[in-house]
Nanobody, 126 residues
Framework: QVQLVESGGGLVQAGDSLTLSCAASGRTFNNIAMAWFRQAPVKERDFVAAISPSGGRTSYADSVKGRFTISRDSAKNTAYLQMNSLKPEDTAVYYC???????????????????WGQGTQVTVST
């Protein structure tokens, strides 16, 4: 079992930056791919970014490429999502997810992820 707790959400203005954190506990952080998904009201949960167990491989949704950066600190069992140049369309509940994997892979589908956090709200005003 892996427990995930997100933090760092809030209300910001367009153009601002925000960093989300996802603290994992319950089992070894190794061999676990991490990802961020988001869900806006009346929309489906969308992939945002993912990082491989080693941290050496990442993947991003086209809508956030160049603006968001995913990273992880294995010593702290924590994943991060640095969000720059935020736009109103980035407004959503952001979920952290974890997936036990074989190899240094980067799943981008929600069904690949076994463990989910409770979500943290990010609101970007104009």
């Amino acid at each position: 079992q892996v427990q995930l707790v997100e933090s760092g959400g809030g209300l910001v203005q367009a153009g601002d930056s925000l960093t989300l954190s996802c603290a994992a506990s319950g089992r070894t952080f190794n061999n676990i791919a991490m990802a961020w998904f988001r869900q806006a009201p009346v929309k489906e949960r969308d992939f945002v970014a993912a990082i491989s167990p080693s941290g050496g491989r990442t993947s991003y949704a086209d809508s956030v490429k160049g603006r968001f950066t995913i990273s992880r600190d294995s010593a702290k069992n924590t994943a991060y999502l640095q969000m720059n140049s935020l736009k109103p369309e980035d407004t959503a509940v952001y979920y952290c997810a974890a997936a036990p994997v074989v190899g240094d892979v980067v799943p981008i589908r929600a069904y690949s992820y076994t463990y989910w956090g409770q979500g943290t709200q990010v609101t970007v005003s104009t």
